[in-house]
């Protein structure tokens, strides 16, 4: 069942063993409460946020959430200490668990600005913005880069790099398991084209056992996930978290978590409430559902709900009920819930809390 409270993580005691990463244009605050439904002991992050939009542009549109997403993360780009840090303590204001560095992203708009990928070829500046940040704010600061950069891309640059980061007091990195591309490749390219490697994530774990080391990068399927988690400290989904978000609350069963929706139906009923809620804020309902389009991915009548959504969501006029209405249209048996639960009839979303 889903729990009444969703502020049941508590952030005394974070865990990174499952994280949705960050994603331009994808993980916002409705995508990350829905996310937050399905796996109440995920870590969230918000998409990346430069330091200079955080202290001159409309915070509270940047930077709001709802209190259900905790634990999550606000990640920042930038590449100087004072503004870096200056973000930072306007993100620990408006109460973010956790402030993560972006090192990875290749896009040229990230390197025209001198962050992102980019600053691997910079590990001391990337130190000095990260022991800046951490005297700015109390809670965890943490880094999020690849394994390499364009020619950069030996075992030894990575745990050069890795050494030199952990200087500023860090003790969190998630890793990419791809080099990146600054030219040549576009973005997508680059989250597809540079060949994976997890074991030299496996071997960064063992080569700095006092860090903690969450892995990302080409995880899809819960048994991958717990078969890294033998070798990493977390994992981290991004594409597959999006695109078949129901990974998210089968990880949360499998891994011993309590609360969370039991089943997809659940979830829509829950999304449903949320949804009216928005509603009278002046949100779209395109804003909420474009996040749950691949809900019932792999599922009989995924592609009808997919369909009706993608359809209608965008009219004018289209409101919470259409999400009701293309549960409807889903077929098949009934699901087994990601934990116990059979399927149960989609309400309103007070009338399944307990």
Same mark, same amino acid.
């Not at 200087?167 to 576009?186: C, D, M, Y």
């Given at each position: 069942m889903i729990t009444a409270d969703f502020e049941a993580n508590p952030v005394s005691s974070p865990s990174w063993r499952v994280c949705v990463a960050p994603m331009m244009d994808w993980t916002d605050r409705h995508c990350r409460y829905f996310h937050r439904?399905? =796996?109440?002991?995920?870590?969230?992050?918000?998409?990346?946020?430069?330091?200079? =939009?955080?202290?001159?542009?409309?915070?509270?549109?940047?930077? @709001?959430? !709802?209190?259900? *997403?905790?634990?999550?993360?606000?990640?920042?780009?930038?590449? %100087?200490? !004072?503004?870096?840090?200056?973000? =930072?303590?306007?993100?620990?204001?408006?109460?973010? !668990?956790?402030?993560?560095?972006?090192?990875?992203?290749?896009?040229?708009?990230?390197?025209? @600005?001198r962050f992102g990928a980019c600053l691997m070829n910079e590990p001391a500046r990337v130190r000095d913005c990260l022991a800046?940040?951490?005297?700015? $704010?109390?809670?965890? $600061?943490?880094?999020?880069?690849?394994? #390499?950069? !364009?020619?950069n891309d030996s075992e030894a640059f990575l745990h050069r790099f890795v050494e030199t980061v952990a *200087?500023?007091?860090?003790?969190?990195?998630?890793?990419?398991?791809?080099?990146? &591309?600054?030219?040549?490749?576009?973005p997508k390219q680059n989250r597809e084209v540079p060949p994976l490697d997890h074991a030299r994530v496996r071997r960064l774990a063992e080569r700095?056992?006092?860090?903690?080391?969450?892995?990302? @990068? #080409?995880? %899809?399927?819960?048994?991958?996930?717990?078969?890294?988690?033998?070798?990493?400290?977390?994992?981290?989904?991004?594409?597959?978290?999006?695109?078949?978000? &129901?990974?998210?609350?089968?990880?949360?069963?499998?891994?011993?978590?309590?609360? #969370?929706?039991?089943?997809r139906a659940e979830a829509v009923a829950a999304m449903i409430d949320y949804a009216f809620e928005q509603r009278e804020r002046g949100v779209r309902l395109a804003s909420i559902a474009r996040h749950m389009l691949g809900l019932f991915h792999g599922q009989p009548g995924a592609r009808a709900w997919r369909r009706l959504l993608s359809q209608r969501m965008h009219l004018d006029g289209a409101g919470p009920e259409l999400l009701g209405e293309a549960l409807a249209r889903v077929s098949g048996p009934p699901e087994r819930g990601a934990g116990s639960g059979a399927l149960r009839p989609a309400q309103n979303r007070k009338m399944l809390l307990t």
């Open positions: 439904l399905l =796996a109440p002991s995920a870590r969230l992050y918000t998409e990346m946020v430069t330091s200079g =939009a955080v202290i001159h542009g409309d915070r509270e549109r940047l930077l @709001g959430f !709802d209190p259900a *997403e905790h634990p999550v993360a606000l990640q920042l780009g930038g590449s %100087e200490p !004072d503004d870096l840090a200056e973000a =930072a303590r306007i993100g620990a204001g408006f109460g973010y !668990d956790e402030i993560n560095l972006n090192c990875g992203c290749p896009s040229d708009r990230v390197q025209k @600005g800046a940040i951490g005297e700015a $704010v109390s809670v965890p $600061v943490t880094v999020k880069t690849r394994i #390499g950069v !364009d020619d *200087e500023s007091g860090v003790e969190t990195f998630v890793i990419h398991a791809r080099k990146a &591309w600054l030219s040549g490749l576009s700095f056992p006092g860090l903690r080391i969450v892995m990302n @990068g #080409g995880i %899809e399927r819960p048994d991958q996930v717990l078969v890294e988690l033998g070798h990493v400290d977390g994992v981290m989904l991004g594409r597959a978290a999006y695109q078949n978000p &129901w990974v998210l609350a089968e990880l949360e069963h499998r891994l011993g978590g309590a609360g #969370g929706a039991s089943t």
